[in-house]
């Protein structure tokens, strides 16, 4: 194989990113952008479990969906073995770890996502919540304890100039990835 290169085992033809982070760290953004980037196809699952049902119930305290993690990976498990996809959620550890040739993590400053969330109506638990959910780096540890050390990337989320540089990284990333063998 010439050249240098990001190389994947799962047999696919284009690369998997799981693109992670507490909510309102630009992950919708990011991966929009991403994927008109790159041609990925991007997987909002909050969207998709709102489309298809995958939820189990309510969840009154953090006024949030209960989504049922079993039929979501059912629900991806074709697109996942193609390849090709950018999946954008705020939790990482129930996917099967050999999806993601790359598993980016959103960081943002608290202040400014503090800012962010009430601007979106968060307030009481659901907005303490997300907040100790940033500063105990809480999907940050879930990341690392759930897929291998070289495929999880923390990225800072404060500023448009971080969107665009983060973009522009994960699209050379991704126009480098071959897969194994080929
Ligand atoms: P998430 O999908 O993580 O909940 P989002 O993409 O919906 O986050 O972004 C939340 C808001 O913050 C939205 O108004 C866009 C803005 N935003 C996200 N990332 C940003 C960045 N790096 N710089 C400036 N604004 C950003």
């Known amino acids: 194989m010439e050249g240098g290169g ?18 309102g760290t630009g992950k919708t953004t990011t991966c929009s952008l991403l994927a008109d980037a790159v041609h990925l196809h991007h997987i909002d699952i909050a969207k998709l479990v709102k489309a298809k049902n995958l939820y189990d119930g309510w969840d009154e305290e953090f006024e949030c969906l209960i989504i049922n993690e079993e039929q979501v990976c059912d629900e991806l498990e074709d697109m996942m073995e193609v390849g090709g996809n950018i999946v954008d959620y705020h939790g990482c550890d129930f996917f099967p770890e050999n999806w993601f040739d790359r598993v980016v993590v959103l960081q943002t400053n608290i202040t400014i996502l503090h800012d962010r969330l009430t ?15 940033e500063i105990f780096q809480v999907l940050y540890e879930e990341a690392r304890s759930s897929y291998a050390e070289d495929v999880v990337l923390a990225l800072t989320s404060n500023h448009i100039e971080d969107l665009s540089d983060n973009v522009r990284m994960l699209t050379e990333w991704v126009n480098n990835w071959r897969s194994a063998g080929s």
């Open 119 to 133: 601007s979106r109506g968060y307030m009481g638990p659901k907005l303490t919540n997300n907040i100790d959910c």
């Open 6 to 23: 990001n190389y994947g085992w799962g047999g696919r033809e284009r690369p998997n990113i799981l693109v992670t982070g507490t909510p």
